[in-house]
C-alpha cells in the first residue's frame, strides 16, 4: 500500500518560515519524481514544487526563489524548505508522486500551513 505521510505544518508569521517533511512507504521512492502540491481554501490543487530521482529541483513561479525541495532516497523522504512565506502561502499541503513530474499522486491527508499575523 502506498503511503504518503506529510508533517511540520504549522501557524507562521508572514515572512517566516516552516519546513514539510514527507514519509513514504509501499512503493520504490527511489524511482518516483516525489513533489509537493497544495490547495488553499476554496481553491484548486496547485502544484508547488517537484523533484526528480537525480535531486534535480523544479517550481512554480509563485515559490521559485523562496522554497526549497529535497529529497533523501535513503530514508524514502522528501522535503520542502519554505522560506520568506506570505498570506498567500495558505494552505494544505499534500506530498506527491509523479512517473515524470507532470500527473501526480498525491497522498495522505496533508499538512497544513497557515501564514497570519
Known amino acids: 500500500e502506498v503511503q504518503l505521510v506529510e508533517s511540520g505544518g504549522a501557524l507562521v508569521q508572514p515572512g517566516g518560515s516552516l519546513r514539510l517533511s514527507c514519509e513514504a512507504s509501499?512503493?520504490?521512492?527511489?524511482?518516483?519524481?516525489m513533489g509537493w502540491l497544495r490547495q488553499a481554501p476554496g481553491k484548486g490543487l496547485e502544484f508547488v514544487s517537484g523533484i526528480y530521482s537525480t535531486g534535480t529541483p523544479f517550481y512554480a513561479d509563485s515559490v521559485k526563489g523562496r522554497f526549497t525541495i529535497s529529497r533523501d532516497n535513503a530514508k524514502n523522504s522528501v522535503y520542502l524548505q519554505m522560506n520568506s512565506l506570505k498570506p498567500d502561502d495558505t494552505a494544505v499541503y499534500y506530498c506527491?508522486?509523479?512517473?515524470?513530474?507532470?500527473?501526480?499522486?498525491?497522498g495522505g491527508q496533508g499538512t497544513q500551513v497557515i501564514v497570519s499575523s
Open positions: 509501499g512503493f520504490t521512492f527511489s524511482l518516483f519524481v
Open positions: 506527491a508522486r509523479s512517473d515524470y513530474g507532470t500527473d501526480w499522486d498525491r
